[in-house]
């Protein structure tokens, strides 16, 4: 028997509830894994809240991020005591999820552990840390580089905002940060940002075409922040657009891209295919200072899953919640 937080809805209406399940309970997968550790995402808690349609089966047991260690094999690449670390495809939406003592997988979906985390600290990253690397790998990918100018980066006090602070401000890069949290300054300065804007100068509809002020940005916002950063981007620069914390319209004009040639690179960690995904992962390795997680780490059992997701959504969490799965 293992712990597990399921989602259930039917007559009586929506229910997350932490349940005991059995192995034989669990979904077909070629590999059988005891989870260590999970994470809250804003797709979970959306999920766990029932606050978006994420959930496509039911029920279904929560959580798209995991991280442990293989039981059972019969995958060529795994064996019994391998350590691994899950995000995405599918898994809390139409597969049952990690917030689970026990999952089966496909072995195909997952990325080797890297030796410089634990699975606490790989669930610190998440697939937030993780679409953040990706982010920053389309940075690079589109030339921007440090020394460049201002790098911004949009709700920054959150898990993906958070981690690309640190990321981007460990390879030297002019981070600016942007959160309706500026009580905050401090905690994103120690991250690596050099300096804090108030979310407010971003989320008011705008001009088409604004000053020109980034040299590239990380927006994981969406609305009218992701329409007004693109409209201050420099030209020739790139907006990484992973997320829609504010919004999933993009209520903006050709204008930045025709003239002023800047990118839209569109992010999605869900379905990226395993060699990206080893690639974010050990630029992870490389790329984030261990030290800084624990800044942006909170722990919680599964029992408190529920009321933390709800948190999440109000824009009450700070950085990272890591998930212990007893």
Not at 88 to 100: A, H, I, V, Y
Not at 151 to 179: C, E, F, H, N
Not at 305 to 317: E, F, K, S, Y
Request: glycine fraction near 12%.
């Amino acid at each position: 028997m293992f712990k597990a937080l399921q989602l259930n809805k039917a007559e009586a209406g929506f229910s997350a509830a932490v349940v005991e399940l059995e192995d034989a309970q669990l979904p077909a997968g070629d590999v059988l894994a005891r989870i260590e550790h999970s994470t809250l995402n804003y797709k979970d808690a959306l999920a766990i809240t029932n606050k978006g349609p994420v959930v496509r089966a039911w029920p279904m047991v929560a959580g798209i991020d995991g991280a442990g260690t293989v039981l059972e094999s019969t995958h060529p690449k795994w064996k019994a005591g391998d350590r691994f670390v899950h995000n995405g495809w599918g898994l809390g939406e139409t597969r049952w999820g990690l917030l689970s003592g026990h999952a089966r997988l496909q072995g195909d979906w997952l990325v080797a552990l890297p030796a410089a985390f634990t699975t606490r600290q790989a669930m610190a990253i998440g697939t937030a840390g993780y679409t953040a690397m990706l982010c920053v790998l389309a940075l690079e990918q589109h030339g921007a580089k440090p020394g460049d100018g201002e790098v911004l980066v949009t709700g920054a006090t959150g898990g993906v905002g958070s981690v690309a602070t640190a990321i981007l401000g460990r390879l030297g890069y002019k981070v600016v940060a942007a959160t309706g949290k500026t009580s905050e300054a401090a905690y994103l300065q120690k991250l690596g940002a050099s300096s804090v804007i108030d979310r407010a100068e971003l989320a008011a509809p705008g001009k088409p075409l604004q000053k020109e002020r980034w040299a590239a940005v990380v927006d994981p916002v969406g609305s009218h922040t992701l329409a007004n950063a693109s409209a201050q981007t420099r030209y020739g620069g790139v907006v990484a657009a992973c997320g829609l914390a504010q919004g999933a319209d993009f209520p903006a004009t050709v204008m930045p891209f025709i003239l002023r040639g800047i990118t839209l690179a569109g992010i999605d960690s869900v379905m990226a295919p395993l060699a990206r995904r080893q690639l974010a992962w050990d630029r992870l390795a490389r790329d984030l200072d261990p030290a800084l997680l624990e800044t942006i780490t909170t722990e919680i059992s599964l029992e408190q899953a529920p009321a933390r997701a709800a948190d999440l959504l109000a824009g009450q969490v700070r950085g990272r919640l890591v998930v212990t799965i007893a």
